[in-house]
């Protein structure tokens, strides 16, 4: 087994004066997205998500933790007014968006039989339709089109590998991230023309998130983790860090360029398990 990295191979300079914002950014996977943008050069980094306690610590951190400013803003991505503050708060502040992160998502266990159609919707909601709203309200901002003020762009969807075969307890989340995927290329095909490029990451189970340890609620979170690991070919738990270095090679011209809608499976070869003969 590889161990897990924890030094990034990319100068700290590659995305030097961008702005990001990153929806859910205030923790989990978001959270150490941000903090690797802002550590690569990031000049500034907005994170959103509903809770304003967990966003104002974790700007605070990220502010600390990179050097660079990082602020925050109130938003439930389900509202598209709100998403348009978003923009509008960066464009006050630092006059551009560079990079859009839709990580903010739902998530529960349950049953496709016992899951409401609320519950169904509102995973759904957060999840497919915030990816929207947040990628329709950036596009004017990052548009490079006669009309528009924008420098182009990229745009990175967090989705899953549930839907690529089918997963028990997660038919509303995995309705979700299908859609995002879809959303993902077709938005490449008809925002390329304006420099915006739009990409999705994958990832698989991921060590020390919510979204791993409440698969198996019951379980210790050692005995959840070894689990999964037993599915895992390369043998490991992803981390969130090598989340993030995926956010970095894919927002970065260097690495990214010409890279759009495609999804970067990053899952250890998770979701192509299967036991020996
Ligand atoms: C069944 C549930 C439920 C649960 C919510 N609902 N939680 N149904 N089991 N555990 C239903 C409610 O009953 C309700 O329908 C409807 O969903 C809306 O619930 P609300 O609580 O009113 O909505 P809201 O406040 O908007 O919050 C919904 C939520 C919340 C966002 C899904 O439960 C939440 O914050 N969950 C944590 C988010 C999270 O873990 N994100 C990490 C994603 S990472 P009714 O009909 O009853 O009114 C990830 C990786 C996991 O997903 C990998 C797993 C394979």
Sequence with gaps: ???????????????????????????????????????????????????????????????SQSGKTCLYKVCDVRDPDACKSV???????????????????????????????KGFRTVMEIDALGTYNMSHSVYPA???TSSGEGNGGIII?????????????????????SAIDSLTRTLALEWGCDGIRVNGIAPGP???????????????????????????????LGTAFDIAM???????????SYISGDVLVVDGAEWLYKPPM
């Design 1 to 63: 087994m590889t161990p897990a990295p924890s030094a990034s191979p990319f100068l700290p300079t590659v995305l030097a004066g961008k702005i990001a914002i990153v929806t859910g950014g205030g923790s989990g996977i978001c959270y150490e997205i941000t903090k690797q943008l802002l550590l690569h050069g990031c000049t500034a980094a907005i994170i959103c998500g509903r809770r304003e306690s967990f966003l104002q610590k974790a700007s605070i951190a990220l502010s």
């Design 87 to 117: 923009v509008d708060f960066a464009i006050q502040n630092f006059g551009r968006v560079d990079i859009l992160v839709n990580g903010a998502a739902g998530n529960f266990l349950a049953e496709a039989k016992n899951l409401s159609p």
């Design 142 to 144: 990052m548009a490079k």
């Design 157 to 177: 969807n967090v989705s899953m590998t549930l839907h690529y075969g089918a997963t028990w307890y997660q038919a509303h989340a995995s309705a979700a991230k």
């Design 206 to 236: 991921i060590a020390d998130t919510p979204g791993t340890t409440k698969l198996a609620p019951g379980f210790s979170k050692a005995d959840i983790e070894d689990l999964i690991t037993e599915r895992i070919p390369l043998g490991r």
């Design 246 to 256: 995926a956010a970095v090679f894919l927002a970065c011209d260097g690495s990214g």
